[in-house]
């Protein structure tokens, strides 16, 4: 079965950082774009930006520019989604979503990651 | 980049049809044929409902239908059942490798 598996849920302080991970597996996962979702608590999806996993090519939401990074390692199927300070808002469930090939849509998703970010 | 706009709720008796609409803009929804839908229960992952504006994926139900007029993009849910209440999502693509999503409707079967 194709899937991505996220990495579990973290508990942190504001100003750490914190790096999550999404691994793609049973299927060529340098051809398609990775995306990261954001779902604050009680609220609606949204879009944070992508990676092209054969070139790491990215594009961001103007909304998480220079708050957030997204990176690659192909060789372990692995995409990243990083913060180097955190804020009690990045408080969220995030979700890593596959786009699927030769279309505009995520068709695989993540089970997601808690991040709590407390004091 | 605005988040597209769909109501906040929709209801519908068991067996009725629903629609929920999402509105977007000349920049998103208007110039793209690449309006997604996804289904979301509480605690779970987005599912992808309809793509490219009114294409299902293999598995889908037929009673999920998409369309599209001007700005307006629409998910139709025909034959409601107690399991298609869940939180509803529309996405575009806005140009330059970027995407919105809509606001969310809730679906309530009643």
């Known amino acids: 079965e194709v899937q991505l598996v996220q990495s579990g849920a973290e508990v942190k302080k504001p100003g750490e950082s914190l790096k999550i991970s999404c691994k793609g597996s049973?299927?060529?996962?340098?051809?398609?774009?990775i995306s990261w979702v954001r779902q604050m608590p009680g609220k609606g999806l949204e879009w944070m930006g992508r990676?092209?996993?054969?070139?790491?090519?990215?594009s961001y939401s103007p909304s998480f520019q220079g708050h957030v990074s997204i990176s690659v390692d192909k060789s372990i199927n692995t995409a990243y989604l990083q913060w180097n300070s955190l804020e009690v808002s990045d408080s969220a469930m995030y979700y890593c979503?596959?786009?699927?090939?030769?279309?505009?849509?995520?068709?695989?998703w993540g089970q997601g990651t808690m991040v709590t970010v407390s004091s | 980049q605005s988040a597209l706009t769909q109501p906040a709720s929709v209801s519908g008796s068991p067996g009725q049809s629903i629609t929920i609409s999402c509105t977007g803009t000349s920049s998103d929804v208007g110039t793209y044929n690449l309006v997604s839908w996804y289904q979301q229960h509480p605690g779970k992952a987005p599912k992808l409902m309809i793509y490219e504006g009114s294409k299902r994926p293999s598995g889908i139900s037929n009673r999920f239908a998409g369309s599209k007029s001007g700005n307006t993009a629409s998910l139709a849910i025909s034959g409601l059942q107690a399991e298609d209440e869940a939180d509803y999502y529309c996405c575009s693509y806005a140009g330059s490798s970027l995407y919105v999503f809509g606001s969310g409707t809730k679906v309530t079967v009643l």
């Open positions: 979503a596959r786009r699927q090939w030769s279309s505009d849509a995520f068709d695989i």
């Open positions: 990676i092209e996993p054969s070139d790491s090519y990215t």
């Open positions: 049973r299927y060529s996962f340098a051809s398609y774009w």
